[in-house]
């Protein structure tokens, strides 16, 4: 049985002008951006067809139901930070839901490029018709963000990427058997990136992450001086299809063998 998407809300409830907020924010950036363009950045072959109707109604909905996870789990911390890393249209949902329907602040790192500038675009052309204000995706190395205090961690299908980690992503999908070297250089990479990111977060935070990233996460957990509970099911993502776990980051060694989050 299919089920049909639900209404991201924090227990609550929100008010009826953030729903109408999140709702016509949604609507029009998706009728506002460039979907033959952003198709062409993900697939060379074929690219001005890769987002049809069926493919945005697909993917709509699965957005939906990330952002109805985290309104439901982030409801509780209204003044609270989320960091969002390497993060594209198939988080767009999410992030608005956490900005217009619980109120958090939201930062988004991500490199530069044709999908991250389209983005920033149409949410710039959003926000001056609709007169609210939306998150942008910023491009600057995440060592230099100032920010700290985060409590909640999205890295989903960042360390999988094949054009940024090509090796990573043949061994973690177990597609062929990429050299030696060019894995070492690039987990140590990796590492070094969620290392960043860990710097900048509180604990106990609230992360999100797919399965094939797990391992890594762990290991950058461990060096940190934390750990990571995630729990063993998951939803399917937009677009990629990977499966993405939730759980929290908590300081210290885990006493006793890792519980489901």
Same mark, same amino acid.
């Given at each position: +049985?299919?089920?049909?998407?639900?209404?991201?809300?924090?227990?609550?409830?929100?008010?009826?002008?953030?729903?109408?907020?999140?709702?016509?924010?949604?609507?029009?950036?998706?009728?506002?951006?460039?979907?033959?363009?952003?198709?062409?950045?993900?697939?060379?072959?074929?690219?001005?067809?890769?987002?049809?109707?069926?493919?945005?109604?697909?993917?709509?909905?699965?957005?939906?139901?990330?952002?109805?996870?985290?309104?439901?789990?982030?409801?509780?911390?209204?003044?609270?930070?989320?960091?969002?890393?390497?993060?594209?249209?198939?988080?767009?949902?999410?992030?608005?839901?956490?900005?217009?329907?619980?109120?958090?602040?939201?930062?988004?790192?991500?490199?530069?490029?044709?999908?991250?500038?389209?983005?920033?675009?149409?949410?710039?052309?959003?926000?001056?018709?609709?007169?609210?204000?939306?998150?942008?995706?910023?491009?600057?190395?995440?060592?230099?963000?100032?920010?700290?205090?985060?409590?909640?961690?999205?890295?989903?299908?960042v360390l999988t990427d094949p054009e940024?980690?090509?090796?990573?992503?043949? +061994?973690?999908?177990?597609?062929?058997?990429?050299?030696?070297?060019?894995?070492?250089?690039?987990?140590?990479?990796?590492?070094?990136?969620?290392?960043?990111?860990?710097?900048?977060?509180?604990?106990?935070?609230?992360?999100?992450?797919?399965?094939?990233?797990?391992?890594?996460?762990?290991?950058?957990?461990?060096?940190?001086?934390?750990?990571?509970?995630?729990?063993?099911?998951?939803?399917l993502s937009p677009i990629v299809g990977?499966?993405?776990?939730?759980?929290?980051?908590?300081?210290?060694?885990?006493?006793?063998?890792?519980?489901?989050?």
């Amino acid at each position: +049985m299919v089920e049909s998407p639900p209404t991201p809300r924090p227990s609550s409830g929100p008010s009826p002008a953030a729903a109408e907020r999140f709702g016509a924010a949604l609507v029009e950036i998706e009728s506002e951006l460039n979907w033959k363009l952003l198709g062409r950045a993900y697939c060379e072959d074929g690219g001005d067809d890769f987002f049809g109707e069926e493919q945005r109604e697909a993917q709509r909905d699965a957005a939906l139901r990330f952002a109805a996870d985290v309104v439901e789990r982030l409801s509780a911390s209204p003044t609270g930070a989320s960091l969002y890393i390497g993060a594209g249209i198939a988080e767009i949902a999410p992030i608005l839901a956490e900005t217009l329907l619980v109120g958090r602040a939201v930062t988004v790192v991500s490199l530069d490029g044709p999908e991250t500038r389209e983005l920033n675009r149409a949410l710039a052309a959003v926000e001056a018709r609709l007169g609210v204000s939306l998150p942008r995706w910023s491009t600057q190395p995440l060592v230099r963000l100032e920010t700290i205090g985060f409590d909640h961690l999205w890295l989903v299908s960042v360390l999988t990427d094949p054009e940024a980690f090509p090796a990573l992503h043949d +061994m973690l999908y177990e597609r062929g058997r990429p050299k030696r070297r060019a894995l070492d250089i690039e987990a140590g990479m990796a590492l070094g990136l969620v290392d960043a990111a860990l710097r900048r977060i509180k604990t106990p935070t609230l992360v999100h992450t797919t399965s094939e990233e797990s391992g890594l996460l762990a290991d950058a957990c461990h060096n940190a001086g934390m750990h990571v509970v995630l729990a063993r099911e998951g939803r399917l993502s937009p677009i990629v299809g990977d499966v993405v776990r939730h759980g929290r980051i908590l300081l210290g060694a885990p006493k006793e063998a890792p519980k489901e989050a």
